[in-house]
């Protein structure tokens, strides 16, 4: 990260701060209980910007602030939730918005008012946090899927996944390339998250929204629509153009070395796109079908523990000091992915690239962080494996997929 002070030392797997001056907060009435110390999950490449951001808070209010290093996956979700009411949970812990749903359901968490400052964030990042009509988390990150373009090899911009198909494999033809595009598929549970953009450019949204936006138990992926997108996964199958076994290390490795033009994938793969000196443009996933597409968009966000140790300063630290500007702007430089602070956003000097994937982030849709999304996933991903594969006739299985998730439901 850029200009980071690391005051932070750490002992064994947590880093203390500690200050000792003097300064006003701002943004919703300060809310610190006095001296004593927070502590916070996070993963490795988002505790140097906290550290710099506890520095102040620290100085601010007394109240020090330790790290438990430790990567988010469904594994530290489950133990936060049972270690919760003990006592022994983090203050503060990191999550994508998506395990909201878990969180708020079994009481661990509590809501977090940003005040004016929730105006600061795209309106993905304030829906994405929000569940049961209740904001719980600071949002600080935005991640979707996008259309990577080799510009060595293709400077066209296709508008319609069709026409992309088309030009990949003329390009195969002409230039040898081993694929018409390449995305992240996984031979055993498939990948629905990667190929959600072209599903709901069918209209076949996984659930039901209201007219505020959030998501109901409601499945709304069946019917014409579902169908349709099924037969097109059948025909991208038997095409050879979508390989079940293409996996996300295959996907982005071909693409890296020149075997594919368009590559349907996130922002966490720039790191390795820059590494490889590559020239590409990040564009919008065209449409499949006759609507626009759509991606999910996931939120990384801090969640604050309905049992912390500390609430009032918990509270204030994730209100207060994680909602700046300036905080959200080093948490983009820390870790590389696209801020959800619109006016962090706007701060991005000189990266093009992650720019255009918060820009197209505006057009997606919040992955669900309600509970029933729980049933999905399996079904999901196992039926569009069997349908690309050409195991069965799409409608079919389509709807077999449906009846198995309305009953699991």
């Known amino acids: 990260m850029k200009h980071l002070h690391r005051a932070a030392c750490a002992v064994g797997a947590v880093l203390l701060l500690a200050g000792c001056s003097s300064a006003p907060t701002a943004g919703v009435a ?12 996070a993963g490795s490449d988002e505790i140097p910007a906290l ?3 506890a520095e102040e808070f620290t100085a601010d209010t007394g109240v020090e602030v330790e790290f438990v290093q430790r990567e988010i996956n469904a594994q530290a979700i489950s133990n936060f939730i049972s270690q919760s009411p003990t006592g022994q949970a983090p203050d503060i812990i990191v999550s994508p918005h998506d395990n909201l749903g878990q969180l708020a359901s079994n009481g661990v968490v509590v809501p977090v008012e940003m005040g004016d400052r929730a105006e600061d964030f795209t309106e993905n990042a304030r829906e994405a946090v929000v569940y049961d009509g209740v904001s719980y988390g600071v949002p600080y990150a935005i991640e979707n899927v996008a259309m990577l373009r080799n510009n ?11 026409e992309l198909r088309a030009i990949g494999h003329r390009l195969m033809e002409e230039r040898g390339i081993e694929y018409p595009f390449t995305v992240s598929q996984s031979p055993e549970a498939g990948d629905p998250y990667h190929l959600y953009a072209l599903q709901t450019s069918f209209g076949a949204e996984v659930f039901e929204r209201t007219a505020e936006g959030e998501y109901t138990g ?26 079940t076994s293409m996996t996300p290390d295959i996907a982005k490795e071909s693409f890296l070395n020149g075997e594919s033009a368009f590559h349907l994938g996130g922002p966490w793969e720039l790191t390795d796109v820059e590494a490889a000196g590559m020239d590409v443009s990040v564009l919008p996933v065209p449409p499949a079908g006759d609507e626009e597409a759509r991606p999910f968009v996931g939120v990384q966000a801090f969640f604050v523990n309905a049992n912390a140790q500390n609430p009032m300063a918990a509270q204030d630290f994730a209100a ?18 696209p801020p959800a602070s619109q006016v962090a956003v706007d701060r991005m000097q000189g990266d093009p690239l992650r720019s255009a994937y918060a820009e197209i982030a505006e057009t997606g849709l919040p992955m669900p962080a309600i509970p ?38």
Do not use: H
Request: without cysteine.
């Open 320 to 337: 207060n000091y994680l909602t700046r500007p300036e905080a959200q702007t080093a948490m983009y430089e820390s870790t590389g992915r």
């Open 372 to 409: 029933e999304m729980g049933a999905v996933w399996s079904f999901w991903g196992t039926t569009q494996n069997a349908v690309v594969d050409g195991r069965g006739d799409p409608v079919e299985l389509w709807n077999r997929m449906i009846d198995n998730i309305e009953g699991q439901i």
């Open 30 to 41: 300060g809310l610190a209980g006095g001296p004593g110390s927070i502590k916070i999950q």
């Open 152 to 162: 060595e090899l293709a400077a066209q911009d296709p508008a319609t996944f069709d």
């Open 218 to 243: 409601n499945l709304t992926m069946g019917g014409e629509d579902g169908n349709e997108f099924a037969r097109y996964l059948q025909e991208l199958g038997a095409s050879g153009d979508l390989r």
């Open 51 to 53: 550290q710099q951001i």
